[in-house]
């Protein structure tokens, strides 16, 4: 496993879009993650301006996201148009607990948004950054992939879209690869994965503006105090869980939020182990988050490793 020449892969990849896009018109969704902005740049490379790469506002993705990927990719040339969706996807999760239902409602949302863009900017094709991982984690039945639709059984064509997947052959590791051949910045090639579906994958039970805000404000203090301490993880971040602890604030007894802070080290995201972080660096992380996060009394600290724990928590 591993590319040997990715020059040659970029330009085969590259030919691939163009023969298959034609002089029609693609889709490119990028939620800002390794995966996405390479296919976006691909894309760019392939056909120029017919690429119409779109940033799905959903309210789910880390502080900012959008404006930072919009002024990212600019340099490179990669026009990026924002679409707010938030109401649309808030409603779809209103009331929904149950993980598995929780992915298929985000998914059948987010191909939804796509198929109406695509229509509008009368794209023919979605291009999209499926990656090895993804498709062999939904035909294990480990977890439903948002990003996959024929390996389950679904016709893309239900939401009117042709799927074109430059990527799916590849590790995130050998995406990280083409990424830095393309040219793009360390901050999207070198960065930590985030799920398709965001903050919904790691606030536990009901997902609502108000959760999601909450997590949204402690996943940025686990990003930098994990920066701060010179750790490169495969991936750190903060979940919400559904259950609340006793704590005092303020000198009062309350009923608080927990947070779980969750960091794995891994090359392929099929196995993971535990980051081992420096105390000094966990204890910053729990007095910023409970002295900055509203309602937030208990910080926790999991050390399972993939298997038998899965990355994400749903």
Do not use: W
């Amino acid at each position: 496993m591993g590319l040997k020449n990715v020059k040659a892969y970029i330009g085969k990849r590259i030919k691939e879009i163009k023969s298959g896009v034609g002089n029609k018109r693609a889709l490119v969704a990028t939620s800002g993650g390794v995966d996405s902005v390479t296919c976006a740049v691909l894309a760019h490379k392939a056909i120029g301006s017919r690429a119409v790469i779109l940033f799905i506002d959903d309210g789910l993705m880390r502080q900012d996201e959008g404006r930072k990927v919009k002024k990212d990719l600019a340099r490179l040339g990669v026009n990026v148009k924002i679409l707010n969706v938030r109401a649309d996807f808030f409603r779809a999760l209103k009331g929904i607990e149950d993980p598995e239902i929780k992915r298929k409602a985000f998914r059948d949302t987010f191909y939804k948004t796509l198929g109406r863009a695509v229509r509008i900017s009368k794209a023919s094709f979605m291009i999209q950054g499926t990656i090895a991982a993804d498709i062999m984690e939904t035909k294990a039945g480990i977890k439903t992939q948002h990003n996959i639709l024929q390996q389950i059984g679904i016709s893309p064509r239900k939401y009117g879209l042709t799927i074109l997947e430059p990527i799916k052959d590849l590790y995130k590791f050998e995406v990280r690869m083409v990424a830095r051949a393309l040219g793009v910045q360390p901050e999207y090639s070198e960065r930590m994965p985030f799920p398709g579906p965001g903050l919904a994958t790691r606030v536990i039970g009901e997902v609502t503006p108000e959760r999601v805000e909450t997590l949204r404000k402690a996943t940025v203090i686990v990003e930098e105090e994990i920066k701060k301490a010179g750790i490169k993880p495969f991936q750190a971040f903060a979940v919400l869980l559904k259950d609340r602890a006793t704590g005092v604030i303020n000198g009062k007894r309350t009923f608080g939020q927990i947070v779980v802070v969750r960091s794995v080290d891994s090359r392929d995201a099929i196995t993971a182990g535990v980051t081992r972080i420096p105390f000094s660096a966990l204890e910053k992380m729990q007095k910023r988050i409970t002295g900055s996060v509203p309602d937030v009394t208990k910080v926790l600290f999991d050390v399972t490793p993939k298997p038998p724990s899965t990355i994400e928590y749903i």
